[in-house]
């Protein structure tokens, strides 16, 4: 089956937001939810997320689903917010623990935050298949970018969080704590050993160099023959070299601090101090 696939650009982050409709009812899947944060001033704004709740509103359709394909270093998760406004169901991957404990240490969080993914509705792991409506999903567990990241499949669509991006850009990083340049290219073969029509839809797009518009929807059978890092029958030590190298040169991204602070937590801020307020730490250092 087809599901119908809404996408949401967020242009702040450059992360692409998905509504995913069964084709015969009102049953959705929200994928990868934009809480929007401005880090200089420490605010929090909903406008992205309430352009998603707006247009289920409008379209009388019904959340089943809001999916996170991982814990996304580069924005924070609507999740929460939405669930409370619309409904759903968070999901993540099962792996979600592992982040969860290598980040409760970079955080410091002490024994008062849970490493047991209880954040969340549900943990999925390699193989877990759910329901929108009539039609069925299914998980790929695809780590490398982090432990935990997920492929969504959806039909004949393919949601593949930062594993992949255009072919024209390639794939994503694997340096952060967790990551491995060897998991994320087994990982990748697996998306790529779906059907050639399979619609893949991408998390994030940067416009590569040349390209004037910004996109985020492939197939599996473009992807294997053009993608610039692994495609045309690239092997696996030539992908782990460039890899390897490139992160080297990369940046961290300009939001991971509260991103990874509040995903790990489903979308939710830590618990207030004895004040009222809300603070995120920044370790020195560290990352």
């Not at 050993?193 to 599996?220: C, M, N, Q, S």
Request: hydrophobic share 35%.
């Amino acid at each position: 089956m087809t599901p119908e696939v809404t996408a949401f650009f967020d242009d702040a982050t450059n992360t692409v937001s998905y509504v995913v409709k069964d084709p015969n009812s009102n049953k959705v899947a929200i994928v990868d939810s934009v809480l929007d944060f401005d880090f200089a001033s420490g605010h929090t704004d909903t406008k992205s997320a309430d352009e998603v709740i707006k247009f289920i509103k409008d379209n009388g359709l019904e959340v089943e689903w809001i999916l996170e394909s991982h814990v996304h270093a580069d924005h924070l998760s609507a999740a929460p917010y939405i669930q409370q406004q619309i409904g759903g169901k968070i999901g993540i991957g099962s792996n979600i623990t592992v982040v969860q404990d290598t980040f409760g240490k970079v955080f410091n969080e002490g024994t008062e935050f849970q490493r047991d993914g209880s954040q969340f509705d549900k943990l999925f792991v390699e193989g877990d298949t759910f329901k929108v409506g009539d039609l069925e999903g299914r998980v790929l567990h695809t780590p490398g970018h982090t432990p935990a990241c997920l492929t969504y499949v959806i039909g004949d669509a393919a949601f593949v969080g930062d594993t992949m991006f255009m072919p024209d850009f390639g794939t994503a990083r694997c340096d952060f704590p967790g990551g491995s340049a060897e998991d994320l290219y087994n990982s990748i073969q697996k998306i790529l050993a779906l059907p050639d029509e399979t619609r893949i839809f991408v998390a994030h797009d940067y416009k590569a160099p040349g390209r004037d518009e910004f996109a985020w929807e492939t197939t599996v059978g473009e992807q294997k023959a053009k993608n610039v890092h692994v495609g045309a029958d690239k092997t696996k030590d030539d992908f782990i070299k460039m890899r390897t190298e490139r992160d080297a040169q990369l940046g961290m991204p300009k939001l991971i601090i509260p991103s990874i602070q509040v995903n790990m937590r489903a979308g939710k801020m830590p618990e207030p101090e004895d004040n009222g307020e809300v603070y995120l730490k920044v370790p020195v250092n560290v990352l």
